[in-house]
């Protein structure tokens, strides 16, 4: 079955740091378009970064540019979200989506883009 797996979520305190983690299984991920999403308390689900198949392009919302950094590990079939200077807005349920559709080069920040979809992990950052 195709599948992922997000992990790493957690409490954490305003300027702390986690890294969520993003599994397949039943597929491999080089060929895939990966993205990551939050929804928050009483907020829309919005795009916060996502990764190309081929080339490692990237994007990044507004704002998490230069606090979160997303990359691939293919010898461990992972895709990873490391999250620094994290700030008590960032609390949401992250999810990991993945996708073949989409030129490999390329990488969407849009939800409606992706068919496969993890279950999410609570991030809480709060002193």
């Known amino acids: 079955q195709l599948r992922v797996v997000e992990s790493g979520g957690g409490l954490v305190q305003p300027g702390g740091s986690l890294r969520l983690s993003c599994a397949a299984s039943?597929?491999?991920?080089?060929?895939?378009?990966i993205g990551w999403f939050r929804q928050g308390p009483g907020k829309e689900r919005e795009g916060v970064s996502c990764?190309?198949?081929?080339?490692?392009?990237?994007k990044y919302a507004d704002s998490v540019r230069g606090r979160f950094t997303i990359s691939r590990d293919n010898a461990k079939n992972t895709v990873y979200l490391q999250m620094n200077t994290l700030k008590p807005e960032d609390t949401a349920v992250y999810y990991c989506?993945?996708?073949?559709?989409?030129?490999?080069?390329?990488?969407?920040?849009?939800?409606?883009?992706?068919?496969?979809w993890g279950q999410g992990t609570q991030v809480t950052v709060s002193s």
């Open positions: 989506a993945a996708d073949r559709r989409f030129d490999g080069r390329l990488c969407s920040d849009s939800a409606m883009d992706y068919r496969y």
């Open positions: 039943g597929f491999t991920l080089d060929y895939y378009t």
């Open positions: 990764i190309s198949s081929i080339g490692g392009y990237t």
